[in-house]
């Protein structure tokens, strides 16, 4: 069974029971301005177009490249979508929608085995080190994962490591008493001394999860590179083996640009995966796959929403049901 079958199966499931779990429920929702531009543009495709030819690939792949896909994805796609039209006689529109469904889902997975879920450590505290420049949710993020692991019963630390943007710490000090989890910063050290003097205190109070948040700024990468090298060097002298986790966090509005600065930052240091914010905010949801093909990295977590619970962990599955839903009727 393909996956466009395993989905469709989902969307007549949760329409018969008149309720989707809320995980899906809030890819559903989160990406609703995507899937109304994008699907509306391949249904009134397929109805301008009822069998396959030149014209409809042309159409298809600037609809695919509008909604942020990426050329290369989209390049690779069509002749995916090509060769399989011509090995398996495909002439109907209608039933291709089934191959792009199941082929944008192989050309994500890449014959990987997906690493989407967090590495977390097998003794003492899971140490992840988020970076990102500033106005992406980088801050909010934190807030958020706190939220999660909290909820899950992990014993969370936050520590402030932005001694840098004017307001920082005392942001992530009230994201910390919002959630009720620990906190540790001081606007007056070197970034790496907050580090080693927080992680200090995470090891004496038995922290399950340490997030540390970090200055978000990329115009002096060499100065950057410096930083982040010296903060790892520390996190590494007080948790063996850390950080487990460097996140990258990018704001999903922001198109290529936000493609740019993964680019950017995975050239300075070892970005383990990327948190997409805000990508309830555009219409060009595609920017996940775009983002996955271009830096090879993989998407850990969504931002489907402002509320607490709309970051979700990054399921390939639930993406693409969020994304093709109205096209399974």
Same mark, same amino acid.
């Given at each position: 069974?393909?996956?466009?079958?395993?989905?469709?199966?989902?969307?007549?499931?949760?329409?018969?029971?008149?309720?989707?779990?809320?995980?899906?429920?809030?890819?559903?929702?989160?990406?609703?301005?995507?899937?109304?531009?994008?699907?509306?543009? +391949?249904?009134?495709?397929?109805?301008?177009?009822?069998?396959?030819?030149?014209?409809?690939?042309?159409?298809?792949?600037?609809?695919?490249?509008?909604?942020?896909?990426?050329?290369?994805?989209?390049?690779?796609?069509?002749?995916?979508?090509?060769?399989?039209?011509?090995?398996?006689?495909?002439?109907?529109?209608?039933?291709?929608?089934?191959?792009? %469904?199941?082929?944008?889902?192989?050309?994500?997975?890449?014959?990987?085995?997906?690493?989407?879920?967090?590495?977390?450590?097998?003794?003492?505290?899971?140490?992840?080190?988020?970076?990102?420049?500033?106005?992406?949710?980088?801050?909010?993020?934190?807030?958020?994962?706190?939220?999660?692991?909290?909820?899950?019963?992990?014993?969370?630390? +936050?520590?402030?490591?932005?001694?840098?943007?004017?307001?920082?710490?005392?942001?992530?000090?009230?994201?910390?008493?919002?959630?009720? %989890?620990?906190?540790?910063?001081?606007?007056?050290?070197?970034?790496?001394?907050?580090?080693?003097?927080?992680?200090?205190?995470?090891?004496?109070?038995?922290?399950?999860?340490?997030?540390?948040?970090?200055?978000?700024?990329?115009?002096?990468?060499?100065?950057?590179?410096?930083?982040?090298?010296?903060?790892?060097?520390?996190?590494?002298?007080?948790?063996?083996?850390?950080?487990?986790?460097?996140?990258?966090? %990018?704001?999903?509005?922001?198109?290529?640009?936000?493609?740019?600065?993964?680019?950017?930052?995975?050239?300075?240091?070892?970005?383990?995966?990327?948190?997409?914010?805000?990508?309830?905010?555009?219409?060009?949801?595609?920017?996940?796959?775009?983002?996955?093909?271009?830096?090879?990295?993989?998407?850990?977590?969504?931002? +489907?929403?402002?509320?607490?619970?709309?970051?979700?962990?990054?399921?390939?599955?639930?993406?693409?049901?969020?994304?093709?839903?109205?096209?399974?009727?």
């Amino acid at each position: 069974m393909g996956l466009f079958d395993k989905l469709k199966g989902l969307v007549t499931k949760n329409r018969e029971v008149k309720e989707t779990s809320e995980e899906l429920n809030t890819y559903d929702k989160g990406l609703t301005k995507t899937r109304d531009e994008f699907v509306s543009k +391949l249904n009134v495709l397929g109805i301008k177009y009822t069998k396959v030819s030149d014209e409809y690939f042309d159409e298809l792949e600037e609809i695919l490249i509008m909604a942020d896909i990426g050329v290369n994805v989209v390049t690779e796609l069509i002749k995916k979508l090509r060769d399989r039209v011509k090995s398996e006689n495909i002439s109907n529109t209608k039933e291709l929608n089934e191959t792009i %469904v199941d082929e944008l889902f192989l050309i994500y997975v890449n014959g990987e085995s997906l690493t989407d879920k967090i590495n977390m450590a097998s003794e003492g505290p899971t140490v992840i080190l988020m970076v990102g420049v500033n106005g992406v949710g980088k801050t909010t993020t934190i807030g958020k994962l706190a939220n999660k692991y909290k909820n899950d019963g992990k014993k969370v630390m +936050l520590i402030a490591a932005d001694t840098f943007r004017a307001g920082a710490v005392a942001q992530l000090r009230e994201w910390s008493e919002r959630v009720g %989890v620990d906190f540790f910063g001081t606007e007056e050290k070197d970034p790496s001394s907050v580090i080693f003097d927080g992680l200090t205190k995470a090891m004496e109070n038995n922290i399950d999860i340490v997030l540390i948040d970090t200055a978000g700024r990329l115009q002096n990468k060499v100065n950057l590179m410096n930083e982040l090298s010296k903060m790892n060097k520390v996190i590494e002298r007080i948790v063996p083996g850390a950080p487990h986790e460097t996140l990258l966090v %990018v704001d999903a509005t922001t198109g290529q640009n936000g493609i740019m600065q993964a680019k950017a930052f995975k050239e300075i240091t070892n970005i383990t995966g990327i948190v997409l914010t805000k990508l309830d905010g555009t219409a060009k949801g595609g920017i996940v796959l775009a983002i996955k093909n271009e830096v090879n990295i993989p998407v850990k977590f969504i931002g +489907l929403g402002e509320g607490m619970n709309d970051l979700q962990p990054f399921d390939i599955e639930n993406y693409i049901y969020g994304l093709f839903k109205d096209m399974m009727n």
